[in-house]
């Protein structure tokens, strides 16, 4: 069975200070692995995903298969960084989405 | 561009009251999907639909029907809600192969 796992609920962190999101998963074969992220009164929209490998917002993420996981990493944080974050795996070909529980970021000035 | 729309976006229901969440996307995909969003739980798959004239169900369906009405349209229907249904619905669009699934602005419900 495929899961997705973020232990934390909320963060809270100062600006300028580095922010970690942590996300494991449970998946037998190559999932694809994506953040979104949910800024208030907004939709979910896409942040990253693993097989680009790039940084959006000064976010990055990387795919570590050995430990399963996919931890979201920004070194500075900003105050509108503040949203929910969720992690979400996609393991077919019909693009359905197993999310974990979602991480909200608080980000005080 | 609207994207993916759902109407209404704010419901409040009796128990045993019955209801059509609607959702249209203007993006010509082929997969849509329904989820429910609630505190600790994040977002759990009600059903989908990976083409028109196909739907199937997610890892929460009781007490949900969905219809895949045409290619741009995909409703969910409670027909006797529940204080359990109370959430937040959230309609989304993709493709094979697309990079990323496209969201609704979601629809609030509240049964009492």
């Known amino acids: 069975a495929q899961r997705v796992t973020q232990p934390e609920k909320l963060l809270s962190v100062f600006k300028g200070a580095p922010v970690e999101l942590k996300c494991n998963y449970s998946?037998?074969?190559?999932?694809?692995l994506f953040w979104y992220v949910q800024y208030s009164r907004q939709r979910l929209q896409l942040l990253l995903r693993h097989i680009s490998r790039e940084s959006i917002k000064g976010f990055t993420a990387d795919l570590n298969k050995g430990e399963t996981s996919f931890h979201l990493k920004k070194p500075f944080a900003q105050e509108e960084d503040s949203a929910m974050y969720y992690c979400?795996?996609?393991?077919?070909?019909?693009?359905?989405?197993?999310f974990g529980a979602g991480t909200q970021v608080v980000v005080t000035p | 561009n609207a994207g993916v729309t759902q109407t209404p976006k704010f419901q409040v229901l009796k128990t045993g009251q019955s209801m059509t969440l609607q959702c249209a996307q203007d993006?010509?995909?082929?997969?849509m999907y329904w989820y429910r969003q609630d505190p600790g739980m994040g977002l759990r798959l009600i059903y989908y639909s990976a083409s028109e004239g196909t739907t199937d169900k997610g890892e929460v369906p009781n007490g949900y029907n969905v219809s895949r009405l045409n290619k741009r349209e995909f409703s969910l229907r409670l027909e006797s809600a529940a204080p359990s249904q109370t959430s937040v619905y959230f309609c989304?669009?993709?493709?094979?192969?697309?990079?990323?699934?496209?969201f609704g602005q979601g629809t609030r419900l509240t049964v009492v």
């Open positions: 979400a795996l996609r393991g077919d070909s019909w693009g359905k989405l197993q």
């Open positions: 989304a669009s993709s493709d094979p192969g697309l990079p990323e699934a496209f």
């Open positions: 993006m010509n995909h082929n997969s």
């Open positions: 998946y037998s074969g190559s999932p694809e």
